[in-house]
């Protein structure tokens, strides 16, 4: 078995590129369906935001990655040669410790960002529920969560919040000389929404205008702000009292044009703000063309936040160390909990127990015969069997489950196994190069993503 990680991020490919690559959360079901239709991957796990999609793949040997670029070609209907130039291909044990940084947020767009952790947990939710996660990467996702969660408590990375929604407000700070007063109309009632709206109201925002195709969305997040809902047909009379717009939509094409915006533009003397933070973007980069008219996309919106950085820096020195310790972690799950090695680990505890006792008895006994020694023997060998067979054909069945790794942690405890090393069963070979490779997978992330 193999882990391979095919991506590209805001590292490696623009805005124009990335878009599209997305995979929406309510297609990811049928392009895991798609991509584990390849005979060489039998799990995988689609991580798609608007600055980063990444495919984790277990395969059956290290044609995985090939299998998983001729699936994104496939999907998206793609020129291969023309894609491979932005895409990055980590192996082995580079894969977990990419992972583990994504979702420390140390591989952000904004370092210390909160929201890639809720982002990664939806993609493997999405994985789950199209059963294309099994043990492998139900253990590498979960163990994953924990690295977010020790970064988050045990260093000050996220402190004073910086992300996209933040870094938008702080670019509109720039335009304006205060908030304080002005409208913002909001279009689209997403996560990204409502955190830059959140961000714009505790700078000062007067006024909340909320526009969403479905209507009750829009009542909704408007509430949130003491702001108003106004009908999604309505969006360009609205637009004309609007100074700042923020649009974060799942369109897959513009829903604000350069026509569109003229006409606004007709009927309004001061600045208009737009802040597309849409991935398609929502806002025709054209409309920059328009006087008075300024458009902001995702990319411009890098580096815009450059307060807190050399902090950050130092705690990501520390968030670092954690991924270490926590890679560590998993390579030693890997030895240890397979569930065939734990099985071997069980029945050579068991036969241990049943040879020493035995040795008693018979040492009790005395006079027994040859055959009747046999027979003991024998019997002795088909209760330890029998008493096995269940509990070790039932962790068999369930070790690939979601919960799997629990059972077999929970077998581990209950006979004492990782109390006793000597015990332990040797490695089988599952990840025999992610275990031996370890300066060669560190180069290639290094080469692959730029870090």
């Given at each position: 078995?193999?882990?391979?990680?095919?991506?590209?991020?805001?590292?490696?490919?623009?805005?124009?590129?990335?878009?599209?690559?997305?995979?929406?959360?309510?297609?990811?079901?049928?392009?895991?369906?798609?991509?584990?239709?390849?005979?060489?991957?039998?799990?995988?796990?689609?991580?798609?935001?608007?600055?980063?999609?990444?495919?984790?793949?277990?395969?059956?040997?290290?044609?995985?990655?090939?299998?998983?670029?001729?699936?994104?070609?496939?999907?998206?209907?793609?020129?291969?040669h023309?894609?491979?130039?932005?895409?990055?291909?980590?192996?082995?044990?580079?894969?977990?410790?990419?992972?583990?940084?994504?979702?420390?947020s140390?591989?952000?767009?904004?370092?210390?960002?909160?929201?890639?952790?809720?982002?990664?947990?939806?993609?493997?939710?999405?994985?789950?529920?199209?059963?294309?996660?099994?043990?492998?990467?139900?253990?590498?996702?979960?163990?994953?969560?924990?690295?977010?969660?020790?970064?988050?408590?045990?260093?000050?990375?996220?402190?004073?919040?910086?992300s996209?929604?933040?870094?938008?407000?702080?670019?509109?700070?720039?335009?304006?000389?205060?908030?304080?007063?002005?409208?913002?109309?909001?279009?689209?009632?997403?996560?990204?929404?409502?955190?830059?709206?959140?961000?714009?109201?505790?700078?000062?925002?007067?006024?909340?205008?909320?526009?969403?195709?479905?209507?009750?969305?829009?009542?909704?997040?408007?509430?949130?702000?003491?702001?108003?809902?106004?009908?999604?047909?309505?969006?360009?009379?609205?637009?004309?009292?609007?100074?700042i717009?923020?649009?974060?939509?799942?369109?897959?094409?513009?829903?604000?044009?350069?026509?569109?915006?003229?006409?606004?533009?007709r009927?309004?003397?001061?600045?208009?703000?737009?802040?597309?933070?849409?991935?398609?973007?929502?806002?025709?980069?054209?409309?920059?063309?328009?006087?008075?008219?300024?458009?902001?996309?995702?990319?411009?919106?890098?580096?815009?936040?450059?307060?807190?950085?050399?902090?950050?820096?130092?705690?990501?020195?520390?968030?670092?160390?954690?991924?270490?310790?926590e890679?560590?972690?998993?390579?030693?799950?890997?030895?240890?909990?397979?569930?065939?090695?734990?099985?071997?680990?069980?029945?050579?505890?068991?036969?241990?127990?049943?040879?020493?006792?035995?040795?008693?008895?018979?040492?009790?006994?005395?006079?027994?015969?040859?055959?009747?020694?046999?027979?003991?023997?024998?019997l002795?060998?088909?209760?330890?069997?029998?008493?096995?067979?269940?509990?070790?054909?039932?962790l068999?069945?369930?070790?690939?489950?979601?919960?799997?790794?629990?059972?077999?942690?929970?077998?581990?405890?209950?006979?004492?196994?990782?109390?006793?090393?000597?015990?332990?069963?040797?490695?089988?070979?599952?990840?025999?190069?992610?275990?031996?490779?370890?300066?060669?997978?560190?180069?290639?992330?290094k080469?692959?993503?730029?870090?």
């Amino acid at each position: 078995m193999h882990l391979t990680l095919v991506g590209l991020s805001h590292k490696t490919a623009p805005i124009e590129i990335r878009e599209k690559l997305t995979f929406p959360v309510k297609c990811q079901g049928d392009a895991l369906a798609a991509l584990l239709a390849s005979p060489a991957i039998s799990e995988a796990v689609i991580l798609s935001t608007c600055n980063r999609t990444e495919i984790y793949a277990v395969s059956i040997d290290d044609s995985g990655s090939d299998a998983v670029i001729d699936f994104l070609c496939d999907y998206h209907g793609l020129d291969r040669h023309e894609l491979i130039r932005y895409l990055y291909i980590v192996e082995e044990r580079a894969v977990v410790k990419h992972l583990f940084r994504v979702v420390a947020s140390l591989d952000s767009m904004v370092l210390g960002e909160a929201q890639i952790l809720h982002q990664v947990k939806e993609a493997y939710d999405c994985a789950c529920e199209a059963s294309s996660a099994s043990r492998v990467a139900h253990k590498l996702f979960r163990q994953s969560f924990e690295v977010g969660k020790r970064v988050r408590t045990e260093t000050a990375i996220g402190e004073s919040a910086v992300s996209i929604s933040y870094a938008a407000v702080e670019l509109a700070k720039k335009v304006f000389d205060t908030l304080a007063g002005r409208t913002i109309l909001v279009v689209g009632a997403g996560k990204m929404s409502e955190l830059t709206a959140k961000h714009l109201v505790s700078q000062g925002v007067a006024s909340v205008l909320v526009a969403n195709r479905t209507y009750e969305r829009a009542v909704e997040l408007a509430e949130k702000f003491e702001g108003t809902a106004v009908a999604y047909e309505d969006l360009f009379d609205h637009m004309r009292v609007a100074d700042i717009v923020i649009s974060s939509t799942s369109a897959p094409g513009y829903v604000i044009s350069k026509p569109d915006v003229a006409e606004v533009m007709r009927h309004r003397r001061d600045p208009l703000f737009l802040i597309d933070i849409a991935v398609p973007r929502d806002i025709d980069p054209a409309v920059n063309e328009l006087a008075n008219a300024f458009v902001y996309d995702i990319d411009s919106l890098n580096g815009v936040v450059q307060s807190n950085l050399e902090e950050r820096m130092r705690e990501a020195r520390r968030a670092e160390v954690i991924i270490d310790e926590e890679l560590d972690s998993f390579e030693a799950w890997l030895e240890s909990m397979e569930v065939v090695p734990t099985i071997s680990a069980i029945r050579a505890k068991a036969e241990k127990v049943r040879a020493e006792e035995l040795d008693k008895a018979m040492k009790r006994l005395g006079g027994l015969s040859e055959k009747e020694l046999e027979t003991v023997e024998a019997l002795t060998q088909a209760i330890v069997n029998k008493m096995l067979h269940g509990p070790t054909a039932r962790l068999k069945a369930v070790a690939s489950e979601k919960d799997g790794i629990v059972h077999v942690e929970s077998a581990r405890f209950l006979w004492g196994l990782d109390s006793n090393p000597e015990g332990r069963a040797p490695h089988f070979g599952l990840f025999k190069n992610f275990l031996g490779g370890r300066e060669k997978a560190a180069e290639t992330l290094k080469e692959e993503t730029g870090d």
